[in-house]
């Protein structure tokens, strides 16, 4: 034989790996290569028209999140590109959304270098738990939880928009003490403000009705062959569909012309203008940076510029300071040194890594939770899956490259996506075309966006939100689980009272003591079944923490103890027959103390028999000695006929009186068809004692 005959062509199966590996970690690789032409025009379609949609969402969401707008628009394109090689799903729209724009106001509170850092820290979060498969570990957020923190959320964010609505500035992050200071300085409202916003408003909903009326027409067209439309009339419809979904860059675009209008022919010599609007915002792509995540390790002020003259003014954002110390202090607060125009000396405050660290690990989790609930749901409609692993890679990859261009932190955008689902998207390729339309905005268009009103921006924050606020959910809960019911509850109250941070933290810690109680107090009823005999039935699995509670009730019964606490039963106790049928696993702990009964049993003359037991916990139970104590059937009615007929060695009933110093002997029971140890399941025909009984 040859040296090369008959053997493996290594080189071979080490590429077949590298290719499977590269299809799992590049989704991208497999749609490519059946990419064509009527692919192309359903992308091109969507990614249009979700452009359109994005650009003043994401000057509303950077609003939102207290950054400046370049950064909401930053946020909108970067991710998208990033997805479009590694995600798995074609419906998924990446960028910033109206929850997490929340959580990052209430994290960074307008640090733009503290949301970056996020950014960048929850998204290596993210690749790592994709990569070794441990998303599994954000699903200690309940569904209870996840809905009392979204309807607080969306709560939180159309009230603290009421106060942009309406014009009035000094109001307080915090729901109630933002209620308490808009309602006390309603005086100070704006009326040019807040006409513009309610008038936004206004025609937002009704864009908003005729978008979901168009929708039921059209889908009542496809699902009932009775119901017929014609051409004119379908094409009506789709226009209005169109200009319902496109309502946010319809409103925005027409309140920016009537704002700048207004603005040039209203304007004081003071430059104090009727509106309040978005300012100044930085033209062109962003460039890739580093030196944001410096500010990780230091809590010292640091300088950055030159030295400018005192005498003249400086304009940080909205804010116009006549001194250093005053310019200092507020570019400390803010952290905001590019966005000051005139001064070349500015002042920024570092962060802690414990900053960092606190709100990274809320956005990975709110953030994940998200994309995978919108990505999963879509799938379905759809007819495919997608792959939860890779998704948390897909989104850790967007927020980390993200971070390098100025983004702050993304996930899926529930109403994007469903607007490229409606608009015919076929592959994750409509990226590209979203992520243009940005970034011709930012390239182009960034001069007039000066002119947005804060007030239109509110109007749409207040509409995106507003079907987030359900209060349906804790109605169910009331009617299924009062306990569910509470943990919604807790966890609604706690994040309207305090922050997101503390009512999602105290809701898990509450759920996990809820969790820890069934542990330890498992449902243990004790039902007479006839006679001298109880069924003992315990249900879920036993583990160490509810093992004395098992015994617990063992003993009681056994002791006569629940016969006396229940004056119904005249019965004294002579069998115990304990239900195992719904304990699908059960850890040494919980057998020992079982066993301790058993042989508490013994000692009282009072027989113990057990039936339903799995597979996996006889075994366990044969290992720890607990089967040569008694008998396990596989119905009650078996157990029931084995507890009354069964014999030992000597022919008197199986059941030893014992001392603290004897051992119980092993048991072998003989039935018609044979000798069976205890421990196996065995079956009688009818009532009769077995035939006899031998010893070992």
Not at 10 to 31: D, E, M, Q
Not at 35 to 47: H, M, P, S
Not at 300 to 306: A, H, K, N, Q, R
Not at 564 to 577: A, F, Q, S
Request: aromatic share 10%; with cysteine.
């Amino acid at each position: 034989m040859g040296p090369g005959e008959n053997s493996i062509d290594c080189s071979c199966c080490t590429g077949s790996k590298v290719r499977r590996y590269l299809k799992s970690k590049l989704p991208c690789i497999a749609w490519m290569r059946a990419y064509n032409l009527k692919c192309l025009q359903g992308d091109i379609i969507a990614g249009l028209t979700v452009g359109m949609m994005v650009i003043p969402q994401g000057l509303a969401y950077a609003h939102l999140a207290e950054l400046p707008p370049n950064f909401g628009l930053y946020a909108s394109f970067i991710g998208v590109l990033v997805y479009i090689f590694t995600g798995t799903s074609k419906d998924i729209t990446i960028g910033p959304t109206a929850i997490m724009s929340q959580i990052v106001a209430e994290v960074a509170k307008g640090n733009t270098k503290l949301a970056i850092c996020c950014s960048l820290v929850a998204g290596c979060f993210q690749v790592l738990m994709g990569s070794f498969f441990l998303g599994f570990v954000v699903w200690v957020i309940s569904t209870p939880i996840l809905c009392g923190f979204t309807t607080a959320a969306a709560l939180t964010i159309a009230v603290g928009q009421l106060s942009k609505l309406l014009g009035i500035k000094g109001v307080r992050r915090q729901f109630w003490r933002n209620i308490y200071d808009t309602f006390s300085k309603i005086k100070q409202t704006r009326w040019p403000d807040a006409v513009m916003g309610l008038i936004c408003l206004v025609v937002l909903f009704a864009l908003r009705y005729l978008q979901r009326w168009t929708e039921a027409k059209r889908n009542r067209a496809d699902t009932q062959p009775t119901y017929h439309i014609s051409r004119r009339k379908s094409t009506a419809l789709h226009v209005a569909w169109f200009i319902g979904v496109s309502r946010n860059i319809i409103i925005v675009i027409c309140a920016t012309i009537t704002a700048y209008i207004i603005t040039k022919n209203m304007s004081d010599s003071s430059g104090t203008t009727p509106f309040t609007m978005v300012g100044n915002i930085t033209g062109g792509l962003p460039k890739p940076r580093v030196d944001q995540f410096s500010y990780i390790f230091n809590n010292d002020e640091s300088v950055c510029g030159l030295e400018t003259d005192e005498s003249k003014r400086w304009t940080c954002r909205a804010h116009t300071f006549t001194n250093v110390t005053e310019e200092k202090q507020a570019c400390i607060d803010m952290a905001c040194c590019w966005d000051l125009v005139g001064i070349t000396k500015c002042y920024s405050k570092g962060f802690s890594v414990s900053e960092v660290l606190s709100g990274s690990i809320l956005i990975t989790a709110i953030g994940y939770l998200e994309h995978i609930a919108i990505g999963q749901s879509f799938a379905v409609k759809s007819s495919y899956q997608i792959d939860n692993s890779q998704e948390l890679i897909a989104l850790g990859l967007a927020n980390v490259v993200g971070s390098f261009f100025s983004s702050y932190p993304v996930t899926g955008s529930f109403s994007r996506t469903a607007l490229s689902y409606m608009a015919g998207v076929k592959t994750p390729l409509v990226g590209l075309f979203t992520s243009t339309i940005v970034m011709l905005g930012l390239s182009f268009l960034s001069t007039y966006f000066q002119y947005v009103p804060d007030a239109c921006l509110a109007a749409v924050i207040m509409v995106a939100v507003y079907p987030m606020v359900d209060f349906s959910k804790p109605i169910y809960l009331w009617k299924v689980s009062k306990k569910e019911f509470f943990v919604w509850t807790l966890c609604f109250v706690l994040i309207l009272a305090f922050n997101i941070e503390v009512g999602i933290g105290v809701a898990i810690c509450f759920e996990i003591l809820l969790l820890l109680g069934r542990m330890m107090w498992p449902s243990v009823s004790i039902r007479h079944v006839g006679d001298g005999t109880y069924d003992v039935k315990i249900d879920g699995s036993l583990w160490y923490l509810g093992a004395f509670t098992v015994k617990e009730k063992l003993s009681s019964l056994i002791n006569g103890t629940y016969v006396k606490d229940n004056p119904g039963l005249d019965y004294p106790v002579e069998n115990v027959i304990i239900d195992f049928s719904r304990v699908s696993k059960a850890d040494s702990t919980a057998l020992d103390k079982i066993k301790e009964a058993v042989v508490l049993g013994t000692k009282r003359d009072i027989r113990l028999m057990g039936y339903g037991m799995s597979d996996q916990v006889q075994i366990k139970a044969a290992k720890q000695g607990l089967l040569t104590l008694m008998i396990i059937e596989k119905t009650e009615s078996d157990a029931v006929r084995s507890v009354r007929y069964a014999t030992d060695e000597s022919g008197q009933p199986a059941y030893v009186r014992f001392d603290d110093s004897i051992i119980a002997p092993k048991l072998v029971i003989k039935s018609r068809s044979g000798s069976i140890e205890p421990g196996h399941y065995r079956q009688l025909s009818d009532g009769s004692a077995p035939d006899d009984s031998v010893g070992e």
